[in-house]
């Protein structure tokens, strides 16, 4: 059983930086992958980055690429999305997951957190 609460959502202008956390509590969360997903109302949740158990392999989904970045610390037991140059439709609450495969899509991750309201005003 893995435990995942993630903080560091809030309110920014269009063009600014968020730093997301993950903590995980439970055994063996080196193992995991790990991965980033976000729903915005009325639309399905969505992959947004991933990165292997340790952290030398990551994606990102293509809306992301050049302005997020996963990573993870196997010794505390995070992993964190930076995200730069957010933009409007960037907003959605966000949910980290852990899974045994490095994958995009929602179905293959184990365990989920609660979600953080990551919000971006034009």
């Known amino acids: 059983q893995v435990q995942l609460v993630e903080s560091g959502g809030g309110l920014v202008q269009a063009g600014g930086s968020l730093r997301l956390s993950c903590a995980a509590s439970?055994?063996?969360?080196?193992?995991?992958?790990m991965g980033w997903f976000r729903q915005a109302p009325g639309k399905e949740r969505e992959f947004v980055a991933t990165?292997?158990?340790?952290?030398?392999?990551?994606y990102n989904a293509d809306s992301v690429k050049g302005r997020f970045t996963i990573s993870r610390d196997n010794a505390k037991n995070t992993v964190v999305l930076q995200m730069n140059s957010l933009k409007p439709e960037d907003t959605a609450i966000y949910y980290c997951?852990?899974?045994?495969?490095?994958?995009?899509?929602?179905?293959?991750?184990?365990?989920w957190g609660q979600g953080t309201q990551v919000t971006v005003s034009s």
């Open positions: 990165c292997n158990w340790s952290g030398d392999s990551t």
């Open positions: 997951a852990v899974g045994k495969w490095y994958a995009t899509t929602p179905r293959t991750y184990e365990y």
């Open positions: 439970g055994h063996a969360f080196s193992s995991y992958a």
